[in-house]
């Protein structure tokens, strides 16, 4: 299974732009990247996913390497309450047609004031 | 706010006990998960009903008997649960299970503690 390699900590001011990387080097072809993040006592929250372009919503910018063996999850303008876990999260096919999220360790982001 | 409603929050049991964690939701998604997080590690997959069936068991111990009644529900049934079985239960839907743009939802999760 592709896995994913994360740092355990960054911090991030609040107002500036917070960059989250991603190591997933043995990614196949089909395999997709999303990004989740969990607040303390919640359950993970969606944030982002792509294969192979970049990709922009609401929430955050995902830039992904034209190797596609890594990808930076961006968060614009960081603000205390995206304080939380953020993981990077290789979605793996298996038989049946099911989807496999598989999780990394994480990176937890402390945004201060 | 999330759109999948787990119960209850807090669980506390013995280890002879039975008990059950429920899971809904109505974003009418066909695809539904139950996950166990153990402290300040990732979630890890437990089961996968996709359309009221089971699709996957990813080797779960026969303590834990899931169960989706209706398309909405989800059950997961406990007993006779070990103390390393405390852990936080996260259930998770999908509109399907095979879609690229069809990202997990979850719900806050059980916390469990098993006496």
């Known amino acids: 299974d592709a896995k994913t390699t994360q740092p355990p900590s960054m911090d991030c001011a609040e107002g500036r732009a917070a960059n989250l990387p991603c190591n997933h080097s043995t990614i196949s072809g089909n395999e997709y990247v999303y990004w989740y993040r969990q607040i303390h006592s919640q359950g993970p929250q969606y944030i982002i996913h792509?294969?192979?372009n970049n990709e922009t919503n609401e929430m955050a910018s995902l830039i992904i390497t034209e190797d596609r063996k890594s990808s930076t999850l961006i968060l614009p303008h960081a603000t205390l309450r995206d304080t939380a876990v953020y993981y990077c999260i290789v979605r793996v096919a298996r038989s049946g047609g099911y989807n496999k999220l598989i999780f990394g360790a994480g990176t937890r982001l402390a945004v201060h004031p | 706010d999330t759109e999948v409603t787990q119960t209850p929050k807090h669980l506390v049991m013995g280890m002879t006990n039975k008990k059950s964690l429920k899971c809904e939701q109505h974003m009418g998604h066909r695809a539904m998960y139950w996950y166990k997080q153990k402290a300040k590690k990732p979630p890890e997959l437990m089961f996968v009903?996709?359309?009221?069936?089971?699709?996957i068991n990813e080797s779960v111990p026969s303590r834990f008997s899931p169960e989706c009644p209706n398309s909405s529900l989800l059950n997961l049934h406990l007993h006779a649960l070990q103390p390393e079985d405390s852990a936080l239960y996260l259930c998770?839907?999908?509109?399907?299970?095979?879609?690229?743009?069809?990202?997990?939802?979850f719900g806050d999760g059980t916390r469990l503690s098993i006496l």
């Open positions: 009903y996709s359309y009221e069936k089971l699709s």
């Open positions: 998770a839907s999908s509109l399907g299970f095979g879609g690229a743009n069809q990202p997990q939802h």
């Open positions: 792509g294969l192979k």
